[in-house]
């Protein structure tokens, strides 16, 4: 006979985790399936400072607490999978994967996360990899005593700008705004960094060497001016895309692609719920999508009691 879970978690980041920690801690069978290594985007980050009651820590090492967590409560984790099929709008949910495995659910909770996303310049998937990185902890200690560049003006863009002057001799951070979006306390830290320098109001137009990384050229948007800025390597930190392609068709999108989804985290199909860097929303902090995901999984237990 086959099993049945009461909630399947599709996804296994933050909020797949945290969704899996309150379900199975709720008495709830639960299985979480993810397409890659469990953790998301923050396996990739280099400290976390800001998530309460938890002094500074690496990405990494907070994942795997919540990963031990969540098994503790009795939740089932099952990682580098594929899934080929979803059936979402019958009574019980269900999902194919390319090894021809099903698995069944009551409910669903739709936790995949989101990627870097890309500029699409001249160079930039020549050099993806040899110069171009969108993730400074795992590519990092190639630059050691080098100049590199950061392009972005948010939080993730501040904070790993400072993070890489540990490592690199020089950082120049672009941005295209004459100011930032971070927090105030991360442009604080970025600014008084002796060894990171700013090039405001300014976008990369082109990515250029032979074999490496040598030159981005860079246009300052008020004067049109355009210079080079000889550089190692270049990290990529402007913002990040849902990884929703497989949802479209079958839960309601926007038109940036997120899951649409009211306060209780209800998408618009009965019994299937969202949260994290998946859905629409304004803020992207790991303390988010560990709420969204609290909250998702008490509204997949409410579902299920009726």
């Known amino acids: 006979m086959d099993t049945i879970y009461d909630v399947m978690i599709l996804g296994g980041g933050p909020a797949g985790l945290t969704a899996g920690i309150y379900a199975s801690r709720a008495k709830l069978k639960t299985l979480v399936l993810n397409i890659g290594a469990i953790g998301g985007q923050i396996v990739v980050t280099d400290e976390i400072a800001n998530y309460p009651g938890v002094e500074t820590t690496k990405g990494y090492s907070l994942a795997r607490v919540m990963k031990k967590q969540a098994r503790e409560f009795g939740c089932t984790i099952k990682s580098n999978i594929n899934i080929i099929e979803y ?73 790993e700008a400072d993070s890489l002057t540990r490592i690199a001799s020089k950082v120049t951070i672009v941005h295209q705004f004459d100011h930032f979006q971070a927090f105030e306390h991360a442009v604080k830290i970025a600014k008084a960094n002796p060894k990171i320098n700013f090039f405001m109001e300014s976008e990369p137009r082109e990515f250029v060497g032979d074999d490496n990384l040598k030159t981005v050229r860079i246009e300052h948007l008020p004067t049109g001016k355009l210079s080079e800025i000889n550089v190692s390597g270049v990290f990529l930190f402007v913002g990040y895309l849902p990884n929703t392609e497989f949802l479209d068709g079958l839960v309601a999108l926007n038109d940036r692609k997120e899951i649409v989804v009211d306060p209780d985290m209800k998408t618009n199909i009965p019994g299937v719920f969202a949260a994290g860097d998946c859905i629409a929303k304004k803020y992207r902090q790991v303390t988010t999508a560990v709420g969204e995901a609290t909250v998702a999984a008490l509204s997949a237990g409410d579902y299920l009691r009726g």
């Open 87 to 159: 059936d979402l709008r019958s009574e019980i949910k269900a999902v194919t994967l390319d090894d021809g495995q099903i698995f069944k659910s009551r409910a669903i909770i739709l936790t995949p996360g989101g990627r870097p996303r890309s500029l699409n310049l001249p160079g930039e998937d020549k050099f993806r990899g040899t110069g171009i990185s969108y993730c400074a902890t795992c590519d990092g200690d190639f630059f050691q005593d080098k100049e590199i560049m950061v392009i972005g003006g948010g939080n993730s863009a501040l904070e």
